[in-house]
């Protein structure tokens, strides 16, 4: 753990030689994937994107009690966090990275802001994994700014089962970004059987997910591989 910009970080780097003017910036509620990303010659940063106050693990227990979200969550919006992100990108720079030198990996709540990130050419490439917080529908606002204004290559990794960035929605993704539409590159792989969360704390028991899992990341290390 170390602080960039004020902001707590996990920083995972990798063993032998690496890009020094690389880092992947690991946008997520967990930071389970950030050594797989090092173990492949990444440097990761991780950082608190709760500011100290996550919620806890023992929430998503399938016995847990409820939990007050509506209480939580407006603590929790990009008014909070992205000052949080934006201190952590001043301190790489600083430190002589550039845009065109940090990749970003976007799962959950941590794929809103490697989007808003895209769309202020604050990145160099980008791949999230079943988005929330993303205007979507018919009007798909924030897939038409990623088009319009981005210049990110962009790779999701989508789910079966997932009620924030359901198929439907990932279709008219597709229709939007895919066919050679967006020219940076644009990628969406179809995950069957898995749930919302599988890239990150999917139940690895079950062989189907694990399997999901594992291929989500490499999806994601291809993708940096080609473009990054």
Known sequence: ??????????????????????????????????????????????????????????????????????????????????????????????????SSGIACAGYCFGARFTLDLAFDNLIAVAAIAHPSRLSLGPDAVDMNKYRTVAKAPLLINGCEHDPVFPPADQEITDSILGDGKFAPGYKRVYWAGCAHGFAIRGDLKDEGIRKAKEGALKETLEWFGKYF
């Not at 970080?9 to 880092?23: F, R, S």
């Open 1 to 98: 753990m170390v602080e960039l910009g004020g902001v707590p970080c996990y920083v995972a780097t990798p063993e032998g030689a690496y890009a020094k003017d690389k880092v992947v910036l690991y946008l997520s509620d967990a930071q389970l994937l950030a050594d797989d990303f090092a173990r492949h010659g990444y440097k990761v940063v991780v950082p608190d994107l709760f500011n100290g106050d996550p919620v806890p693990p023992e929430v998503f227990a399938a016995d847990a009690p409820p939990f007050d979200w509506m209480a939580w969550l407006p603590n929790h919006g990009a008014a909070q966090t992205r000052p949080l992100i934006d201190a952590v990108l001043t301190a790489l720079h600083t430190s002589g990275i550039s």
